[in-house]
């Protein structure tokens, strides 16, 4: 079942429920309303029979009064008064004395008083007032009042109205509010499907269009939400995040399988000519007849080289890996300054000529990944002494939680069209010149973004360049 369904059946149930419920009790108060106002007029015309009649019979012996059993009289014989000739009109009454028999009644005499029961009789005896409801060819409402002598029941004054007119208007009553009742659940059924279904329409445009992003995984796209910031607003707001977070995640995965087919086409390109020339030199030395010794010297020359060209890639790819793989970086207690003169003259060794100047602070101890961080600045000062001439300055600076290290040259700089892709594998800038396999940039990027830092390369044309590693400081 839909949620629009589901919606529509909820409010049209506790709609129902409480329709019934103030349907039930406006009935239940308008029955109870009549009634007591029908038990109000008996009683008023209870009381005009009490003052205008029950003096007169009484004071009328011999025929009247709790002991004598006499024919019946007529109201008219016995008072003239307006409100004794108007009882006809709008009650029935009956006067009984104290044994149930009938002594008086208006026009048309009847044989016998109005039924009353037992417990009714036993109430009367002691001096209450005693209500029935019977059913005589159709339903009365009887008043039996008692009349009271010296303690005494004497008389018994009887007052009924039919009920008719009244069980009338309840039903009437009752069928108007099972007809209202059926009509607004109608109406409300039709009313609520509308408002649920409008109301629900823009949740039914971002399914629609979330079904459409992922059939076509086109993660570019955006649910459009023009309404007012509330539960459905929020969720396109956070469909919409989710749809970033995705579409980067999927251009993610899309560079690296790129990166992960060029890695594999630089690997093998890298690898195919030590290959070539091996298996070339190989050929050479099989040739019959056998070439000469100097010519076979300068073949073993050529395969020691090409051996240990394949030796350095497979082990700056091992490099490669383990910087990738990094996960819990071992600390140590580090002079900084100690450290970074002794990468200074272990890059001195690669080219004893150039100048390398340092400006660290002195004793500036740090918890620090050494291996990581040396590994690091060795890669820029290879770098720097390969791609430029002259002074090459290192320079650190620590503020308060983060340590800065600067590695300047003053070569020619980095052209801004390969700046994008520095830091790519098997990138060089310049392949005819220059040696390495463009990982050493991308191995130092992965050590320092395992320490929690990054590495910038900022390069100014005919200027030199600057690489600079951020990390956090913690001495």
Request: hydrophobic share 45%; glycine share 8%; aromatic share 6%.
């Amino acid at each position: 079942m839909s949620i629009r369904a589901r919606f529509t059946l909820l409010y049209n149930l506790i709609l129902l429920l409480t329709l019934v419920f103030f349907g039930t009790a406006l009935y239940g108060i308008q029955a109870r309303s009549t009634l007591n106002n029908l038990k109000k007029d008996l009683i008023y015309s209870s009381d005009a029979i009490a003052i205008n009649l029950v003096p007169m019979i009484l004071s009328n012996p011999p025929g009247f009064g709790p002991y004598v059993a006499a024919d019946p009289k007529t109201f008219e014989s016995l008072s003239n008064a307006e409100v004794i000739k108007s009882l006809r009109e709008r009650e029935i009454v009956r006067v009984l004395n104290a044994d149930g028999t009938l002594i008086a009644a208006p026009y048309g005499l009847a044989d016998q008083g109005l039924p009353y029961s037992d417990q009714g009789y036993a109430r009367l005896q002691k001096g209450e007032i005693w209500w029935e409801s019977v059913r005589l060819g159709e339903r009365l409402l009887i008043l039996n009042r008692p009349v009271m002598q010296e303690g005494k029941l004497s008389m018994i004054l009887q007052i009924a109205r039919p009920l008719t007119e009244r069980d009338r208007s309840m039903e009437a009553l009752g069928r108007t509010l099972i007809v209202a009742i059926l009509l607004t659940m109608f109406a409300a059924v039709a009313i609520g499907w509308f408002f649920s279904g409008y109301v629900l329409n823009p949740i039914r445009k971002i399914t629609q269009t979330a079904r459409q992003i992922g059939n076509e995984q086109d993660f570019s796209r955006r649910v459009e939400y023009l309404g007012p910031q509330d539960e459905v607003g929020q969720l396109a707001v956070t469909i919409n995040t989710m749809l970033g977070k995705l579409e980067d995640a999927y251009e993610g995965k899309a560079r690296a399988l790129e990166l992960q087919r060029e890695f594999v086409a630089d690997v093998s390109h890298e690898l195919r000519t030590p290959l070539t020339t091996l298996r070339g030199n190989l050929s050479l030395l099989s040739h019959q007849p056998a070439v000469s010794q100097e010519e076979q010297a300068d073949i073993q020359k050529d395969m020691v080289e090409e051996t240990e060209r394949m030796i350095r890639l497979v082990g700056a790819l091992l490099e490669q890996a383990r910087a990738d793989s990094v996960q819990d970086v071992v600390r140590d207690r580090v002079d900084l300054a100690g450290l970074l003169e002794e990468v200074i003259r272990q890059a001195r060794h690669l080219e004893e000529s150039r100048q390398i100047v340092l400006d660290a602070p002195e004793e500036l101890f740090l918890q620090i990944w050494r291996d990581g961080l040396k590994q690091v600045l060795l890669v820029l000062l290879d770098n720097a002494l390969k791609y430029s001439s002259g002074i090459i300055e290192v320079t650190a600076l620590a503020n308060e939680d983060r340590l800065e290290i600067r590695v300047r040259d003053h070569g020619a700089g980095i052209p801004e069209d390969k700046m994008a892709h520095i830091f790519d594998r098997f990138y060089r800038g310049d392949r005819a010149s220059g040696t390495g396999f463009g990982l050493g940039l991308s191995i130092a990027k992965s050590l320092a973004e395992a320490m929690g830092g990054q590495l910038v390369l900022e390069s100014q044309p005919g200027e030199g360049s600057t690489a600079l590693i951020s990390l956090p400081l913690d001495r």
